[in-house]
Nanobody
Framework: QVQLVESGGGLVRPGGSLRLSCAVS????????MGWYRQAPEKPRELVAV???????QYADFVKGRFTISREDAKNTVYLQMNRLKPEDTAAYYC??????????????WGLGVQVTVSS
């Protein structure tokens, strides 16, 4: 069983910062990519940032220059540093891992999400 547990969400004023963390646990043999997605009310889930096992990162245009994704592979953890937050960044943020376990084929795994609210 693979579990992804996010933390670090909350309420922040416009222009502020938050750091999200996501720890992956379970019988993991390999993690190929780890990413963050977000979903605002009545909107589809969208990619925010992804980091591959080869340290390649990709960002959505709307967060470039403000958010930074990083991985700590020794801890199977991915982070999302969010700076200069805007009200339109308000959403539930979900961690995703493209991973393989010792007992199952490669698949996508998801966390339950953490709320980020940007408001004055």
């Amino acid at each position: 069983q693979v579990q992804l547990v996010e933390s670090g969400g909350g309420l922040v004023r416009p222009g502020g910062s938050l750091r999200l963390s996501c720890a992956v646990s379970g019988n993991i043999s390999s993690i190929y990519a780890m990413g963050w997605y977000r979903q605002a009310p009545e909107k589809p889930r969208e990619l925010v940032a992804v980091a591959t096992s080869g340290s390649i990162t990709q960002y959505a245009d709307f967060v470039k220059g403000r958010f930074t994704i990083s991985r700590e592979d020794a801890k199977n953890t991915v982070y999302l540093q969010m700076n200069r937050l805007k009200p339109e960044d308000t959403a539930a943020y979900y961690c995703q891992a493209d991973a393989k376990t010792w007992y199952s084929a490669r698949a996508d795994y998801w966390g339950l999400g953490v709320q980020v609210t940007v408001s004055s």
